[in-house]
């Protein structure tokens, strides 16, 4: 996608106008370029004035029909932010979901009340299904295992506002590559750049075959490994994740890997100084907290980035930037 709109015109004719979410693959570096510049331009009017109408009059729905804090709560305050309203359904047990209505049914339903829709699901490709039946902009919250695109775009936006330009960085992801939709979209997302990737796993829990192809095709160098004490005092940026019990069938295999990579501040003694610790949260026992008072953990701010991306996406997809 390419386009010469500056941000905050009411620009209807932008090509993100009216665009589903579903992947982080739809976006070129022009596209992450002008995502970004509207964050950031975000950032500054929430430091300046705190909310501001861009949306007024407009509702967002969101659907989760798994747990979540972060996205359901930062598109939430990325929405309110701008102006507009929320229609929540958090739980979707106590919709008509649990009556037994297909989601086709159910998106069809909030597009006549809402503008726009974000939408979390555990099967992988809901939000491609769904967008088949609303015509109103759909965006993925986190589809299964598959991907998190607003995810992989905030964690973008964060290295970007922490450590400047990503070309010529080293990103160790580590933990849970397996189940984590966040890595899978980051991965991708980063295939696009000049980086070096260490994907750092418990032997079961290594990043998908799939992913790997597409790495492969793009030409991104990648090493997979088993221990972090290689790779650590080479890396800008460690994306820790939480081994996701959720996800696992057998108990037993959960419990043999959970804590098999845990960053204390021995592993920060090892680190850069300028480096960051990232996570796209919640996390369990992967971080300890003492890494919380050590600033490279970026994490807390990694959330507030969040919002700022999500304001800009909102913005977009409903033609205002
Ligand atoms: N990072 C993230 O997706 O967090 P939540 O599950 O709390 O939304």
Redesign the pocket.
């Known amino acids: 996608m390419t386009r010469t709109h500056l941000p905050f015109g009411d620009k209807r004719d932008s090509a993100f106008y009216g665009t589903d979410i579903v992947s982080v693959s739809q976006f070129d570096k022009d596209d992450l370029d002008y995502i970004f510049e509207v964050a950031h331009e975000m950032r500054n009017m929430v430091a300046r004035i705190g909310a501001f109408d861009l949306l007024k009059g407009k509702l967002l729905a969101n659907l989760f029909y798994?747990?979540?804090?972060?996205?359901?709560s930062s598109f939430t305050a990325a929405m309110e932010r701008l102006g507009g309203g929320v229609i929540s359904i958090n739980e979707v047990r106590y919709s008509s979901v649990s009556k037994g209505e297909s989601l086709p049914d159910t998106v069809r339903t909030l597009e006549r009340y809402a503008d726009v829709i974000v939408l979390?699901h555990p099967d992988v490709g809901a939000t491609a299904l769904a967008a088949r039946y609303t015509t109103k902009p759909i965006i993925n919250?986190?589809d299964g295992v598959g991907e998190?695109p607003t995810?992989a775009l905030l964690d973008l936006f964060t290295i970007r506002e922490e450590l400047g330009d990503v070309d010529g960085l080293t990103v160790t992801m580590v933990g849970d590559l397996k189940y984590g939709r966040?890595v899978h979209s980051l991965a991708k997302l980063l295939s696009g750049f000049d980086v070096n990737l260490q994907f750092v796993s418990p032997d079961i829990l290594p990043m998908p075959d799939d992913i790997l192809a597409g790495l492969d095709e793009s030409g991104a160098p990648y090493e997979q490994l088993n221990s972090l004490d290689s790779v650590i005092a080479g890396t800008d940026v460690l994306y820790v994740t939480r081994v996701q019990r959720e996800r696992f069938d057998d108990e037993a295999d959960y419990d043999r890997v959970k804590n098999e990579f845990v960053i204390d501040t021995d592993t920060l003694t090892a680190a850069k100084q300028r480096m960051i610790v990232m996570h796209?949260?919640?996390r369990v026992n992967e971080i300890t907290m003492e890494v919380d008072d050590d600033p490279r953990a970026a994490y807390f701010r990694q959330m507030e980035y969040?919002m700022y991306v999500r304001m800009a996406l909102l913005a977009m997809v409903l033609g205002k930037a």
């Not at 798994?66 to 359901?72: A, C, D, G, L």
């Open positions: 798994e747990p979540s804090t972060r996205t359901s979390r919250a986190g998190h995810q966040t796209p949260l919640p969040g």
